[in-house]
């Protein structure tokens, strides 16, 4: 089942590669793609639990509904000043690939992304300058995919 997920992985690879090319130049993301893509991963993972009572399965769905809580909360408090409903879709989306055990760090490696992103083009930080989020959370899915591969076969 394990090696199903590097599948999973993979699948969800290239949509995240034109959803971040999308936020980066129009700062939107196709509602459809998003949704067809966390989708996908929900039902992989609703499988993988109710079919073959895979652990890992439940620990994914877990953290999504955690992130999608948590930045639904941001999403409502801010009056969608600082995300959008794609970027709720894909913290979902990020729970569902990563799961509970990788969530913090996976997190902690968008927050940097983001950070020395805005650094090196602002200069600065300011509060109202916009940052595409969408790269930022596909580069911590997918380093944190990788970083956890090279650390588990070593």
């Known amino acids: 089942m394990e090696n ?67 930045f639904l909360l941001c999403l409502i408090l801010t009056k ?13 989306l990020m729970g569902l690939l990563v799961g509970l055990q990788n969530l913090i760090f996976s997190l902690s490696i968008m927050v940097l992304g983001a950070l020395l992103y805005s650094i090196i083009k602002y200069k600065k930080i300011h509060l109202k300058q916009k940052v595409p989020l969408v790269p930022f959370i596909s580069l911590g899915i997918f380093l944190t995919f990788v970083l956890t591969q090279l650390f588990l076969q070593s």
């Open 4 to 70: 199903l997920y590097y599948i999973l992985i993979i699948i969800c690879f290239f949509p995240l590669l034109y959803l971040s090319w999308q936020d980066i130049k129009s700062q939107e993301i196709s509602r459809n793609v998003t949704l067809a893509t966390v989708f996908f991963a929900l039902a992989f993972n609703s499988v993988a639990l109710i079919f073959y009572n895979y652990q890992p399965a439940y620990y994914a769905l877990l953290a999504a509904l955690i992130l999608g809580t948590v």
């Open 80 to 92: 969608e000043k600082s995300l959008g409903m794609g970027d709720v879709y894909l913290f979902i």
